[in-house]
């Protein structure tokens, strides 16, 4: 299983920028899905997740400017990221729990993404 993190860029504080999480793979089904961020010189935190069924959970510091959502057809998740500001300049990661098979072998594990980075700077 593979989880591939894209969107990232610079962007003007006050804008707004989308990131996608593709998880591809030996997959039978993603379960909860969140992205985390790492800003330089800081702790990996946990900014937002989203169940299965759609249910959604933000840290206090994006609540409100940021949304994530999911397309489970494609096994893709999204975080709309909107207001941008400077402190919010870091790079995210995703991650999903997953359901997955290879081989002989079936378990459920968290897999994560590379990493895409966000620069809010005018």
């Known amino acids: 299983v593979q989880l591939q993190a894209s969107g990232g860029g610079l962007v003007q504080p006050g804008g707004s920028l989308r990131l996608s999480c593709a998880a591809s793979?030996?997959?039978?089904?993603?379960?909860?899905m969140a992205w985390y961020r790492q800003a330089p010189g800081q702790q990996r935190e946990l900014i937002a997740t989203i169940t299965s069924d759609g249910s959604t959970d933000y840290a206090d510091v994006v609540k409100a400017r940021f949304t994530i959502s999911r397309d489970n057809a494609k096994n893709t998740a999204y975080l709309q990221m909107n207001s941008l500001k400077p402190e919010d300049t870091a790079v995210y990661y995703c991650s999903a729990n997953v359901d997955w098979y290879g081989g002989d072998s079936v378990g459920r594990r968290d897999f994560w993404g590379q990493g895409t980075e966000v620069t809010v700077s005018s």
């Open positions: 793979g030996g997959i039978f089904s993603v379960n909860l």
